[in-house]
């Protein structure tokens, strides 16, 4: 069983910055980031390998968005710069039971509560 917590939420004026941080308990493989905004279905954000060394985003986050991983501290990361307003959302953290990085969201199989990121104008 594995557990995940997000952190790093909050409120940043547009064109700022916030780090997200998900700290997992157990053993972790290839791991994601979705988020879900009012009134709209849950999307994918953006998705790592085991290694770290393979990454995957959404079109809508490619080059300001990066995520990574340190696995020693069983945590992944999303650093999110240039926001905009239409980035506000509940971000989630998840973990899939899979090496490679993977997009589809019923490939993950642990979920965290999710971190609220608003992004005012």
């Known amino acids: 069983q594995v557990q995940l917590v997000e952190s790093g939420g909050g409120l940043v004026q547009a064109g700022g910055s916030l780090r997200l941080s998900c700290a997992a308990s157990?053993?972790?493989?290839?791991m994601g980031w979705f988020r879900q905004a009012p009134g709209k279905e849950r999307e994918f954000v953006a998705a790592?390998?085991?290694?770290?060394?393979?990454?995957l985003y959404a079109d809508s986050v490619k080059a300001r968005f990066t995520i990574s991983r340190d696995n020693a501290k069983n945590t992944l990361y999303l650093q999110m710069y240039s926001l905009k307003p239409e980035d506000t959302a509940v971000y989630y953290c998840?973990?899939?039971?899979?090496?490679?990085?993977?997009?589809?969201?019923?490939?993950?199989?642990?979920w965290g509560q999710g971190t609220q990121v608003t992004v005012s104008s």
């Open positions: 157990g053993r972790t493989y290839a």
């Open positions: 998840a973990a899939t039971l899979q090496v490679t990085v993977v997009r589809l969201e019923k490939a993950y199989r642990y």
């Open positions: 790592i390998n085991w290694s770290g060394g393979n990454t």
